[in-house]
């Protein structure tokens, strides 16, 4: 055992309606397990284990790691390309990018930059998107698994509609997304999404063959893209016009389920709604995305049948790595929808709310004693704009408000996963 004790305000979650706050807090973690041992008043922790070594962090938030539920690490390369709604923007930027990733070199560099910049901006997990090359994800995990951070990553099946360096087969996607699954689900901290990309690029045998990929590997992810866009909805029907609905498609080949991430459901009807929360499958909700390709306003609130909303940056149509940033944008679309996303029910779900739609919440997403030690702490001063703000701010509200409004990889001070730390900001060294 080596506890490590680390004081400064201290919030995290026991559910959406509980958080736990403390003004002056400590978070003890095991440095040789990469455990939380507990977190409470430092005062009162500090009287149960005398001669503890401390860390003091001022003006500072210590949080468990952010999670980003839909993202693709090739996509690095992608962001901030101009002008284009979905199809286009697939097609003149995503995939000519994408080509490139069958050199190994390529991979490896986006890969590692990639996973620095999600630490550099807080985020400790991710439920990651490759491209169609095996390799591609290979390199992808073997950094991860370096890193020690819990991944979710899948390697993209796409037969069709796509450049033909970017196509695979049927059998082809099988067998490398099998011998993926064998090699790195459950291996360390790393863990495995099927990832067609979307009906659009699968044949209706890969949507079957990917369903059945789902059933024979059971605690296996799903993850793929939904009612993105209007052009690309109105191409699924002609794809598929025997279907009820674009999420019916996905349903007919056995692909909804609790593990199951269904990338930004913009344009969803009743029934659909009903379906997802049926078989419990899950949304991500992507709102720098939604706005940069012009795709929609996504209804946060008052859906007509309960499904589990989980949030993220969707990276490289997303503008950023930063989940405040994410929030920033998820709550003026919320305003622009009628409804307001109060600053607590954000940091839920950027830490346990993402933990649980990706069914991790029984190891990460809180400081509850034996989860993994994957936490970051929050520089309230990051910026002298966020300092003049924070500096009136009274309540915890107000401070929470103003960090994911003025927040981003500013807002970083450190970053530890497993217990340990992964990133410093240069300034604070
Ligand atoms: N739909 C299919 N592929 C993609 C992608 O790479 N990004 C987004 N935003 N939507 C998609
Ligand atoms: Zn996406």
Redesign the pocket.
């Known amino acids: 055992m080596n506890y490590q004790g680390y004081r400064g305000r201290v919030l995290h979650f026991l559910d959406e309606q509980t958080p736990q706050y403390f003004a002056d807090g400590l978070l003890i973690t095991d440095t040789d397990a990469g455990t939380v041992v507990g977190c409470g008043d430092a005062a009162t922790m500090l009287a149960q284990y005398p001669g503890l070594s401390v860390t003091q962090y001022d003006n500072a938030l210590i949080m468990p790691g952010f999670i980003d539920t839909h993202i693709?690490y090739p996509?690095v390369d992608?962001i901030a390309s101009y002008g284009e709604q979905?199809l286009d923007?697939?097609n003149n930027y995503?995939f000519p990018t994408e080509v490139n990733f069958a050199n190994a070199d390529v991979a490896n560099n986006a890969a590692e930059f990639f996973l620095q910049e999600l630490l550099k901006n807080g985020t400790t997990t991710a439920l990651v998107?490759g491209t169609v090359h095996k390799s591609a994800v290979d390199a992808f995990f073997e950094i991860s698994q370096r890193l020690n951070t819990r991944m979710i990553c899948g390697k993209v099946m796409m037969n069709r509609h796509a450049p033909e360096a970017l196509c695979d087969t049927v059998e082809s996607s099988v067998a490398d997304t099998q011998e993926l699954i064998d090699r790195w689900h459950n291996n360390g901290r790393q863990l495995y999404a099927i990832t067609p990309?979307?009906a659009?690029?699968s044949t209706p045998e890969q949507l079957a063959a990917a369903g059945q990929l789902l059933a024979d590997n059971p605690g296996v992810y799903m993850q793929?893209?939904l009612a993105?866009?209007l052009d690309?909805i109105a191409f699924v029907k002609e794809l598929f016009p025997e279907r009820k609905s674009y999420l019916d498609v996905y349903d007919h080949y056995g692909l909804l389920g609790e593990r199951s991430v269904f990338?930004?459901c913009v344009h969803l009807d009743a029934e659909d709604y009903q379906r997802m929360s049926e078989t419990g499958s899950k949304i991500s909700f992507?709102p720098t995305?939604n706005l940069f390709?012009g795709?929609g306003l996504f209804q946060l609130d008052d859906q007509p049948f309960p499904v589990d909303v989980s949030v993220a940056t969707?990276v490289?149509?997303?503008t950023s790595f930063s989940m405040l940033q994410t929030m920033n944008e998820a709550y003026k679309i919320c305003q622009l929808k009628g409804s307001k996303l109060a600053p607590q029910r954000a940091f839920y779900m950027m830490t346990l709310g993402n933990a649980k739609a990706l069914s991790v919440d029984d190891k990460i997403g809180n400081f509850e004693s034996g989860k993994e030690a994957d936490f970051v702490v929050l520089d309230l001063a990051g910026t002298d704009l966020m300092k003049r703000r924070q500096s009136i701010c009274k309540t915890l509200d107000e401070t929470l408000f103003s960090l994911m409004i003025l927040g981003d990889d500013r807002a970083v001070r450190e970053t530890f996963v497993a217990g340990r730390s992964v990133w410093t900001k240069p300034e604070a060294c």
């Open positions: 693709h996509q992608v979905l923007w697939l995503t998107f990309r979307f659009i690029t793929t893209h993105e866009n690309e990338a930004h992507c995305s390709l795709s969707d490289g149509g997303g």
